[in-house]
């Protein structure tokens, strides 16, 4: 069965500072994989989705993603973290039945 | 085009009482999933419909019926609510590989 573990369920950079946001999946297949944004008392929000063409992915708000498959990582990053990137965060898996796995989620804290 | 609409967006009910939750997208889309999210547990499948007229169960279906009334609304029921079923529930419909979210209902389960 696909899945998805994000490491860390809390995150804390400075303003400015490079954002990492770690999503390791498990799949037999070639994955689609997506990462989501929540803020608070928010729906989820597609940031970006990779659907095996380009490996790095870019998405809105500055953020991309690269899939690599040797790590079966499908890491988020941000190179300047702002205020308002404050939100939590979830990875997340498409199976065969067009079902979606997420993650718990990485609540990210931005540090004036 | 309002995406994916839930309704209410807030609820509390006594232990043992029943509700729905209402859902509707407008795009289009044959795939529609409920879902609750709770601290620390991310986002759990309680029921996905691949189609009108179809419907599966999810990792967390117990306390819980769906019905897919047409291909635009898909309505969850907690026939008996419990303590154990204080969440928020997310819809969501998907197509084109995405899924899009409803704005959430916060339920509260005294």
């Known amino acids: 069965a696909q899945s998805v573990t994000q490491l860390g369920s809390h995150v804390s950079v400075s303003e400015g500072a490079l954002v990492l946001l770690r999503c390791n999946y498990s799949?037999?297949?070639?994955?689609?994989l997506f990462w989501y944004v929540q803020y608070p008392n928010q729906g989820l929000q597609l940031l970006l989705k990779y659907t095996s063409a380009a490996t790095l992915v870019k998405g809105i708000n500055g953020f991309e993603a690269e899939f690599k498959k040797s790590e079966t990582s499908f890491h988020l990053t941000k190179p300047s973290a702002h205020m308002s990137d404050a939100a939590e965060y979830f990875c997340?898996?498409?199976?065969?039945?067009?079902?979606?796995?997420f993650g718990k989620g990485t609540r990210l804290h931005i540090l004036p | 085009n309002a995406g994916v609409t839930q309704t209410p967006k807030f609820q509390v009910l006594k232990t043992g009482q029943s509700m729905t939750l209402q859902c509707a997208q407008d795009m289009n889309h044959n795939s529609m999933y409920w879902y609750r999210q709770d601290p620390g547990m991310g986002l759990r499948l309680i029921y996905y419909s691949a189609s009108e007229g179809t419907t599966d169960k999810g990792e967390v279906p117990n306390g819980y019926n769906v019905s897919r009334l047409n291909k635009r609304e898909f309505s969850l029921r907690l026939e008996s609510a419990a303590p154990s079923q204080t969440s928020v529930y997310f819809c969501?419909?998907?197509?084109?590989?995405?899924?899009?979210f409803g704005p959430g209902t916060r339920l509260t389960v005294l």
């Open positions: 969501a419909s998907s197509g084109g590989n995405t899924q899009y």
């Open positions: 997340a898996v498409r199976n065969r039945d067009d079902k979606i796995i």
């Open positions: 799949s037999s297949v070639p994955p689609y």
